[in-house]
């Protein structure tokens, strides 16, 4: 059972326009998602986080948007850029309610690619 | 920086081998993690570890066994690798504050694992 979920495997997108990543999740009990950026050949690196009392947090270009009563997250890119070209994979944990280790839950991932 | 490390980048073996990966990280990380990444299906976790000699199982671990004799050092073991744990396998660890586990993971650079 896929408790997180990005359904759309590959998104195209000119240079300096928007990107709009999603991902949708299950579990009600998730209260931190975060989103991880993944070149081939490295291991993914972590990119922007938003805890559940929030509905939205910036860092530069990223910025994460969380709507809890549809249970659902995405990550804007703006200006995108041709080295944000790569695998996005959103993530979910709990964090309270007892010790969770930091376990993570992964969707699927998305690749991005930006045209020059 | 944190930074984790993992023993190879590219294995190729054998159906059958007794298979070892390693991962060593740097930064005093109580939580290690194993994923396997493959494609459609995004990050899945093997098992982990919260503590030394300490394991848990995580959503697939059957074929797999791991061992955590140092702080530093975590091992995934395939007892006997068959053709369907073919993948690309990721390490990854997590800070520790008092009970409180930070969600942010780090990952090595994954072991590309094929199984002929």
């Known amino acids: 059972d896929q408790q997180v979920k990005q359904n759309s495997p590959s998104l195209s997108v000119q240079e300096g326009r928007i990107s709009i990543l999603n991902c949708d999740y299950t579990?009600?009990?998730?209260?931190?998602f975060l989103w991880y950026k993944k070149y081939p050949a490295e291991g993914p690196t972590f990119l922007i986080s938003?805890?559940?009392?929030?509905d939205k947090n910036e860092d530069g270009r990223f910025t994460v948007f969380l709507n809890k009563s549809a249970k659902h997250l995405s990550l804007h890119i703006v200006p995108s850029q041709p080295g944000d070209s790569a695998v996005y994979f959103c993530?979910?944990?709990?964090?309270?309610?007892?010790?969770?280790?930091?376990?993570?839950?992964f969707g699927q991932g998305t690749i991005l690619t930006v045209h020059p | 920086d944190v930074k984790v490390t993992q023993s190879s980048r590219y294995l190729v073996k054998r159906t059958g081998e007794k298979v070892f990966l390693e991962c060593v990280q740097d930064m005093d990380h109580e939580n290690m993690f194993w994923y396997r990444q493959d494609p459609g299906l995004g990050l899945r976790l093997i098992y982990f570890?919260?503590?030394?000699?300490?394991?848990e199982k995580g959503d697939i671990p059957e074929g797999y066994s791991v061992s955590r004799e140092k702080k530093e050092r975590f091992s995934l073991i395939l007892e006997s690798a068959s053709t369907n744990q073919t993948s690309m396998y990721l390490c990854a660890s997590s800070l520790v504050s008092g009970r409180w586990s930070y969600n942010e993971q780090f990952f090595g650079p994954g072991t590309r694992l094929t199984v002929l």
């Open positions: 579990n009600s009990m998730f209260d931190y």
């Open positions: 993530a979910a944990s709990r964090r309270s309610g007892g010790t969770s280790y930091g376990k993570l839950t």
């Open positions: 570890s919260y503590d030394v000699k300490m394991k």
């Open positions: 938003i805890s559940s009392i929030k």
